[in-house]
């Protein structure tokens, strides 16, 4: 079945550490992006990504990092200079526009906690 | 900048009743695409329905349907002959069309829904 895949579904994080989030579909889609969700709240853009090896910072960008050296693939680091990562992250990815069926995909998310 | 906003923080309905959720939105674009997502307790987002703006009709998805109002930038979402399972939280979303290539989609901060029996 055709799908995106979050791992690991929930992780923990000491101060000073970073952490890397996954995230792969084999949607064969173009474009891929990581939201950030606070309690209560709606998601915020952290990076996206149309193309392999291109990314764009989107509105809470600073703390986070991500690479896309591969189509299926945009995992996502969450730096030490993150002083507040404790969210529920969703990945999502879409097909280009111009196709006529543009919509967001999204796995089922990564709590992650400070210990 | 688009912005998206949800006026109601949470409503309630009765089950087999119809409830509407409202969503404006703040744009200078005039091809782009409006979403209703439903994130569930279990924090999936599951896409409801969703609205091409250069469409005048409204869309509909058997018991949802929303009211696109363009000139007013409202969206609202319309769900009939409520079920318990439509509890959930629900988010309005806009994107830009752009031609062969894609856009982000940006949120409001969503409107929680509980269906009572």
């Known amino acids: 079945d055709g799908g995106i895949t979050q791992s690991p579904k929930y992780l923990f994080r000491k101060e000073g550490q970073n952490v890397t989030l996954s995230c792969e579909q084999n949607?064969?889609?173009?474009?891929m992006y990581w939201y950030r969700q606070d309690p209560g709240q709606g998601l915020r853009l952290i990076y996206y990504?149309?193309?392999?090896?291109?990314?764009q910072k989107g509105d809470i960008a600073e703390g986070y990092s991500v690479s896309r050296e591969k189509k299926e693939s945009f995992p996502l680091t969450v730096t030490s200079a993150q002083k507040n990562p404790t969210a529920f992250y969703l990945c999502?990815?879409?097909?280009?526009?111009?196709?006529?069926?543009?919509?967001?995909?999204f796995g089922s998310g990564t709590q992650l906690s400070v210990l | 900048a688009q912005t998206v906003t949800q006026s109601q923080p949470e409503m309630s309905v009765q089950e087999a009743e119809t409830v509407t959720l409202s969503c404006t939105y703040d744009?200078?674009?005039?091809?782009?695409?409006l979403f209703w997502y439903k994130q569930p307790p279990s924090r999936q987002m599951i896409l409801v329905i969703r609205?091409?703006?250069?469409?005048?009709q409204n869309a509909t998805e058997n018991r949802f349907s929303v009211n696109f109002q363009k000139a007013a930038k409202s969206f609202s979402l319309k769900i009939s002959d409520s079920q318990l399972g439509d509890t959930a939280m629900y988010f309005c979303?806009?994107?830009?069309?752009?031609?062969?290539?894609?856009?982000?989609?940006?949120f409001g901060t969503g409107t929680r829904l509980q269906v009572f029996p």
């Open positions: 990504s149309q193309i392999v090896n291109d990314f």
């Open positions: 609205q091409e703006a250069y469409k005048q």
């Open positions: 744009t200078s674009e005039s091809n782009y695409y």
């Open positions: 979303a806009f994107m830009k069309r752009r031609y062969l290539n894609t856009d982000k989609l940006i």
């Open positions: 949607l064969n889609h173009d474009a």
């Open positions: 999502a990815s879409s097909i280009l526009l111009g196709q006529q069926n543009e919509k967001l995909f």
